[in-house]
C-alpha cells in the first residue's frame, strides 16, 4: 500500500492499529547516498591482513554518509497472525518522505543526493521528482525540540532586561515621549474608547506615507514600556505598529491556548512519519490529536477516538519487534533522520538503539549464522530460496493488493520490508524445526561474512550469476485458470495455497480507518480479524516464542558484512 502526504493522515489510525495488533514489524529504507567505502578506508586505513576494518570504523563512515545523505523511502511491514486458518497475514506500507519542512518553520535542511545511489535507484523506478511533492513530512525528535524552543523564545520577545536611553538619543526620547502622552490619554478617558490603541509612526495614516513602520527597537520600548508602567494593558505586535489592549484575562487565556492548539497541531503534522517509529519503540503519542486525521464530517467521531485511544494505551511502553535485513546501515540512517545526532563511538551507537528497541532481529544474520556460504546473496535472493518451503502459510492482508504479484519492485521500500518479513518467518521456523542453530557464535574466518565488491552482488548491485536452485519457481497451475477475474493480476503468486484474497474483486474506498477491510464485504466473504494464533510449533509452522532460547542466539545481533568483528551486537534479548 502507498502511503503519501495526501493520505497519510487519514491511513495514520490504521498503521498504527496494525502496528499495536503485529508480531513483530519489518523495515527497509532508501537513501539518496550510501558512504564510498573504499575512498574512507584509503583515507584511514584500518584494516586487518584480510583487507577488513573494524566495526568502529565501518560506523564512522556509515554515520558520516548518514549525515549528508537522506532517508527517501520506508517500509514497514506489519506481521500478524490469523485466528482459526494459521496463516502469516502481511500487510505492508510503502511511504516516500518529503524533506522540505513546512516553510513557516524554522527547520533548514540540506538535501543531497549521490549520483551513484539516484543512477541505482532510477534503475528501479524510483522517480524522486514524484516523490517528493507526494511524500510524507517529518521532524526528528532534535528539530521538534528546536522548534519548540524557538517558538517559545518569539513569544516571550517582549520579555528581557530593561532598555535605558542615552541622554543624546533625542529620537527615541521623543518617540517616548509621544508614546506616553497617547496611552495617558486614551487611558484617563471616562469609556474607553475604542477599546485599543495602536502606536504607530506619526503620519502614517496619510496618503503620502511611504515608511515600513515602527523600526524593531521602537517595538522594543512600546513593549517594555506597557509591560513595567502599565501591567493592566497588554502589547500585541501587528503589521508596522503595535496595538494597545487592556489587560482581559479571560481574553488572553483563551488568546493563549488557541496559539498552543495551533502550533501543536502543526508540529503534530510535521512529525509524520516519526509517529510510526515512536509507535515502534513504545513512545508516547499523547500529542498525536485524533483531530488531524478524523475528517470534520465524520459520523462516528467518537467511536474513531475511542479506538484510537485504545490502540495508543496498548502501544504506550510496548516496543514491536524489529526486524530488517542488513539492518546495521537502516538502524544508522533511520537514527539520524527521525531522532538526532549520532554518536561518535559504536558502543554509545549500540547502547541507544538497544533502549529504543529492545527486541532486533537481522534476517541476514539468520540467513549467515553458521552459514557463511550465502553472505553474498542479497535479499530477493535469499527469499527465492526459502519461498520452497510449503510451511508456514503466508498471505497478503485483503486491503494490500500493491504487492500480489511474484515479482514485485525490487529496492521499493515497501516491497523490501515484505520479503524481509517472509524470510524471517520462514528462515527462523526452518532454523528451529532442524535444529540447525548453535549457542555460541565462531569466530568469523578471512573467509567467512565476505562482502562483494561492486558488480559481483551485494544488496545493491544486480547479481548476475543466480545458481539453478534460486531460480523463480513457476506456481502457476490449471487453478488459475478458474480464478475469478479481479482487478490483480492472474496468474499464481509466491502466496500459491488458495487464500481469501483469492475470492476479492477491488476493494471499495469505504474502508474502515483502523482495520482497511471494507466496511460492506463481497457477498460471500467473510473477513476475519487478525489476533494471535495458535498454531502447533511441532509441525513446523509457527516463531519461535519470542522468549525462547532460540532468539538468545539470533536476537539483537547485526550482520556487518567486511569487518573484523563480523557482527554488531546490540545486547541481551530481553525474557
Not at 496463516?87 to 510503502?94: A, D, H, I, K, Q
Not at 543526493?113 to 523506478?125: E, I, P, S, T, V
Not at 506616553?180 to 477599546?195: C, L
Not at 498454531?535 to 550482520?559: C, H, M, Q
Request: include cysteine.
Amino acid at each position: 500500500m502507498d502511503v503519501t502526504g495526501q493520505n497519510f493522515h487519514t491511513l495514520l489510525p490504521s498503521i498504527l492499529g496494525a502496528i499495536a495488533d503485529a508480531q513483530f514489524v519489518a523495515l527497509d529504507l532508501e537513501f539518496s547516498g550510501i558512504s564510498n567505502q573504499q575512498k574512507s578506508r584509503t583515507k584511514a586505513p584500518r584494516q586487518n591482513a584480510s583487507g577488513k576494518v573494524s566495526l568502529q570504523s565501518r560506523y564512522e563512515e556509515e554515520r558520516n554518509a548518514a549525515e549528508r545523505y537522506q532517508v527517501l523511502q520506508i517500509g514497514i511491514t506489519c506481521v500478524g497472525e490469523s485466528l482459526e486458518r494459521g496463516v502469516y497475514v502481511l500487510r505492508p506500507y510503502n511511504i516516500n518522505l518529503n524533506p522540505f519542512p513546512d516553510e513557516n518553520m524554522n527547520i533548514q535542511r540540506d538535501v543531497t543526493l549521490q549520483g551513484r545511489a539516484m543512477h541505482f535507484l532510477y534503475r528501479h523506478n524510483f522517480r524522486i521528482e514524484d516523490s517528493f511533492p507526494s511524500g510524507v513530512h517529518y521532524l526528528s525528535r532534535k528539530e521538534e525540540a528546536e522548534e519548540r524552543q524557538a517558538e517559545a523564545q518569539l513569544r516571550a520577545r517582549n520579555v528581557g532586561p530593561i532598555v535605558q536611553l542615552k541622554e543624546d538619543d533625542t529620537l527615541s526620547l521623543e518617540f517616548m515621549d509621544r508614546v506616553r502622552k497617547e496611552v495617558m490619554a486614551w487611558k484617563s478617558q471616562p469609556v474607553i474608547t475604542p477599546d485599543f490603541l495602536n502606536i504607530a509612526p506619526i503620519g502614517r495614516n496619510q496618503p503620502s506615507y511611504l515608511d515600513r513602520g515602527l523600526n524593531s527597537f521602537q517595538r522594543l520600548l512600546v513593549h517594555q514600556y506597557i509591560r513595567t508602567e502599565h501591567p493592566d494593558l497588554t502589547t500585541t505586535t501587528r503589521q508596522g505598529f503595535i496595538q494597545i489592549r487592556t489587560n482581559d484575562k479571560e481574553r488572553q487565556d483563551a488568546e493563549r491556548q488557541y496559539q498552543n492548539k495551533t502550533f501543536d497541531d502543526r508540529i503534530s503534522r510535521q512529525v509524520g512519519v516519526r509517529w510510526l517509529v515512536e509507535a515502534m519503540n513504545g513512545g508516547d503519542l499523547s500529542a498525536l490529536n485524533p483531530e488531524s486525521f478524523i475528517p470534520a464530517d465524520e459520523a462516528n467521531r467518537n467511536a474513531i477516538t475511542s479506538k484510537f485511544n485504545d490502540v495508543r494505551s496498548r502501544l504506550k511502553g510496548n516496543s514491536t519487534v524489529l526486524v530488517g535485513h542488513n539492518l546495521f546501515l537502516d538502524l544508522i540512517y533511520l537514527y539520524a533522520c527521525l531522532f538526532g545526532p549520532l554518536p561518535d563511538k559504536v558502543e554509545d551507537f549500540q547502547r541507544i538503539i538497544h533502549d529504543l528497541f529492545p527486541r532486533i532481529i537481522d534476517s541476514k544474520y539468520l540467513a549467515t549464522h553458521n552459514n557463511p556460504d550465502v553472505a553474498a546473496f542479497n535479499l530477493e535472493q535469499l527469499d527465492r530460496m526459502l519461498d520452497q518451503q510449503a510451511q508456514p502459510v503466508i498471505e497478503l492482508h485483503p486491503g494490500h493488493t500493491k504487492y500480489v504479484t511474484a515479482s514485485g519492485p525490487a529496492h521499493e521500500a515497501g516491497f523490501d520490508s515484505l520479503m524481509t518479513a517472509r524470510l524471517l518467518v520462514r528462515s527462523s521456523i526452518k532454523l528451529e524445526t532442524t535444529g540447525q542453530y548453535v549457542e555460541e557464535l565462531p569466530s568469523p574466518t578471512d573467509s567467512e561474512f565476505y562482502t562483494p565488491p561492486e558488480g559481483e552482488g551485494g544488496d545493491l548491485i544486480d547479481f548476475k550469476d543466480v545458481p539453478e536452485q534460486l531460480a523463480v519457481i513457476d506456481r502457476t497451475s490449471s487453478e488459475s485458470s478458474s480464478r475469478p477475474s479481479s482487478g490483480v493480476a492472474t496468474s499464481r503468486t509466491t502466496f500459491s495455497h488458495m487464500t481469501r484474497f483469492d475470492l476479492l474483486g477491488d476493494l471499495s474506498d469505504e474502508i474502515d480507518p483502523f482495520t482497511l477491510q471494507p466496511k460492506s464485504p463481497s457477498p460471500g466473504i467473510q473477513l476475519k480479524p487478525d489476533t494471535e494464533c495458535k498454531i502447533d510449533n511441532e509441525t513446523g509452522r509457527r516463531l519461535p516464542a519470542w522468549d525462547s532460547d532460540f532468539w538468545k542466539v539470533y536476537g539483537n545481533k547485526l550482520r556487518v558484512n567486511g569487518t573484523m568483528e563480523g557482527v554488531c551486537d546490540l545486547g541481551s534479548w530481553p525474557q
